[in-house]
């Protein structure tokens, strides 16, 4: 292990006082003139965790009154620990919704400020003063579209008076030389275009790291020259109104270090993409609020769309390489929640502007796609259980990376616990004796639990008249909700199945990289669909035929798991259909503001309008 690793997980590297602008002064000085009282946000720490503990508590032992009938046995045992290790997620998604939901009831508007109290500090009209760079890594992606939403937002940046303030960096780390020509090409064009405000492209020759390794590799180089940077994916697409009220928000407040906004997605004609953005947009809106209102100055990080003040960020959150040669060590896959919390290791504040703005992501366009995705995401989640140990956490950074990894072990658990209970109902000794009203108000609550999100996010839109109007009236809102619903329904035990192996195979070596995520396409091919989802249909069948022949009844309990994994490839195909995606359009299911006002980037294809009824 090298001395940089040692003082890392020691939490011994941290920014040098030269760097921090006076961090031991300005944050608590500015902190008590404007932020809630310490006192305060330890409150609502403390409430929030009563909550938590008393919801996972009574979930647990209604659990356990119901397999407890007829006596606990090992099967029993192994499906409460299951069941036990999805509850943290579930409850902590409940309240950070309602408490979401009930602060933008409260507030309104206002809501944001009140969990981002230095949204106060600013009018909108302060000067920029700042050099703040504007970062996109690229690997492999297509360079037309990711360019040109680049381009679109130097020309509004220019707009505004402001935009010799940013300079723009493409930070290449392609491999394939059709990409590579095509992104030199691009850039060229872009420099005879605007040659006064063009942007700075550097390609590396190795992956190094994967995009922390790029973004590093830029700070060596350049990061002395900014005070900011912002950092954009690929699919990202950002307004200038939102980028520059960020900046003059860090501009007012030293002691934030990352201020993260949320990002939604982009209009899309694709079934599958608007179904899931619709119900993800939901669900995020009033979690993030509520997780704000606890989680605080200790915030979250998604990995792009944020503004980063660079010294700290350059002096603390460089992550180094896990030692060891299995699928958890090597280069740091999830970068994003890791570098939040060493940002507030080293002294610094994360915030999360907890509204929506012009800040917005591609979704994944089919089922495969994203399953990919989380795959990735899952084995960089569980490299955490390798940081849990680093020095100088803040708890509640430190409680951020459990619940991160907790989030992938849940998926397994859920399985695995109905993979026991259908064992368990072969056993009519054992099933017997359970009351049918337990079972199904146990079942009942922890659906409407693990709902609320959306449910809430819903109830935030319908309550709104002016937000109501926005997505398109309180009828196609009601009716998209409900197809949405029905539709992650559909999904969810696919994507948990096909988690679950992926765990399973972590543990004997298997591992992924980091390659270019499919961001478009016509369809989704049943053969791809075949090769990414026939695990889920065998154990699909394995399951009908063993519950069929040692338990037919409970063949209708479990048809809403067996169901979607013996149905897993058409549904991955029919949600990609032509057919499909054109009837979404033409009724404006799933329409999101943005497909409503029709408001188009022509140099953004990705968001051309959505035809709506």
């Known amino acids: 292990m090298t001395h940089f690793q040692k003082d890392f997980l020691n939490g011994q590297h941290v920014v040098p006082a030269a760097e921090t602008l006076s961090a031991a002064s300005f944050p608590t000085a500015i902190h008590s003139a404007t932020d809630a009282p310490r006192h305060i946000i330890r409150w609502r720490r403390q409430v929030f965790l009563l909550l938590n503990v008393a919801t996972i508590a009574a979930l647990f032992f209604a659990m356990a009154f119901i397999l407890s009938y007829g006596g606990l046995i090992w099967v029993e045992v192994l499906m409460l620990g299951a069941y036990g290790l999805t509850l943290p997620w579930l409850s902590i998604g409940f309240w950070n919704s309602v408490i979401g939901f009930a602060l933008s009831r409260k507030h309104g508007e206002r809501a944001a400020r009140v969990v981002l109290p230095a949204l106060d500090r600013i009018s909108g009209n302060e000067p920029i003063t700042s050099r703040i760079a504007i970062v996109m890594p690229l690997r492999n992606e297509n360079p037309s579209t990711s360019l040109a939403r680049l381009q679109a937002l130097q020309k509004e940046l220019q707009g505004t008076g402001w935009g010799e303030k940013f300079d723009f960096h493409v930070l290449s780390d392609s491999d394939r030389d059709e990409i590579i020509q095509r992104e030199e090409v691009g850039i060229a064009a872009w420099h005879h275009a605007v040659p006064y405000a063009s942007p700075i492209y550097h390609r590396r020759v190795r992956n190094t790291g994967y995009k922390a390794g790029n973004i590093a590799e830029f700070l060596e180089r350049s990061g002395n020259q900014y005070d900011f940077f912002l950092t954009l994916d690929a699919d990202s697409l950002m307004g200038a109104d939102t980028v520059l009220r960020l900046v003059r928000v860090m501009q007012v407040s030293p002691e934030i270090g990352l201020l993260q906004s949320l990002i939604t997605g982009l209009p899309a004609r694709i079934f599958f993409t608007r179904a899931f953005q619709f119900g993800m947009r939901q669900g995020m809106r009033s979690y993030t609020l509520g997780s704000a209102w606890w989680q605080a100055d200790c915030g979250p990080n998604w990995g792009h769309n944020a503004l980063i003040r660079t010294a700290p960020f350059h002096a ?12 958890l060590s090597g280069d740091i896959l999830s970068h994003d929640q890791l570098e939040a919390c060493l940002m507030r290791r080293a002294g610094y504040q994360v915030r ?3 509204e929506e703005s012009e800040s917005h992501e591609e979704n994944p366009p089919s089922l495969a796609d994203f399953m990919r995705r989380e795959l990735r995401w899952c084995n960089g989640n569980l490299q955490y259980l390798r940081l849990l140990g680093l020095g100088g956490l803040q708890p509640v950074s430190r409680v951020q990376l459990l619940l991160a990894i907790q989030m992938y072990l849940a998926a397994p658990a859920w399985i695995a616990f109905i993979g026991l209970g259908a064992w368990l109902a072969a ?16 079942f009942a609550v922890v659906m409407t639990m693990n709902l609320m999100p959306k449910l809430m996010g819903l109830g935030q839109v319908l309550c709104d008249p002016k937000q109501s109007a926005a997505w398109g009236g309180r009828t196609r809102v009601v009716l998209s909700g409900l197809c949405e619903i029905v539709f992650s329904m559909l999904i969810a035990p696919i994507v948990a199945f096909g988690l679950t192996l992926f ?10 990289g980091w390659e270019a995520q499919q961001r478009s396409r016509a369809v989704l091919r049943w053969s791809e669909a075949a090769t990414v989802f026939w695990p889920q249909t065998l154990a699909g069948a394995v399951l009908t035929l063993w519950l069929y022949l040692t338990a037919p009844w409970a063949l209708v309990f479990g048809a809403g798991i067996i169901a979607p994994l013996l149905l897993a490839i058409p549904i991955a195909v029919v949600s990609t259909l032509p057919s499909l995606n054109a009837w979404s359009l033409r009724l404006g299911l799933f329409d999101i503001p943005e497909d409503r006002r029709r408001t188009v980037a022509p140099e953004c294809p990705s968001r051309s309008p959505a035809k709506v009824a």
């Not at 603390?316 to 699928?327: K, N």
């Not at 056993?427 to 146990?442: E, I, R, T, Y």
């Not at 765990?503 to 992924?512: D, N």
């Open 427 to 442: 056993q009519s000794n054992q099933m017997g004796d359970v009351p049918l009203w337990a079972g199904l108000a146990l």
């Open 316 to 327: 603390s959150c460089m992550l180094p390489t896990l030692p060891g040669h299995g699928p």
């Open 503 to 512: 765990a399973i195979g972590l543990s004997f070596g298997r591992r992924v």
């Open 352 to 354: 999360v502007l907890a």
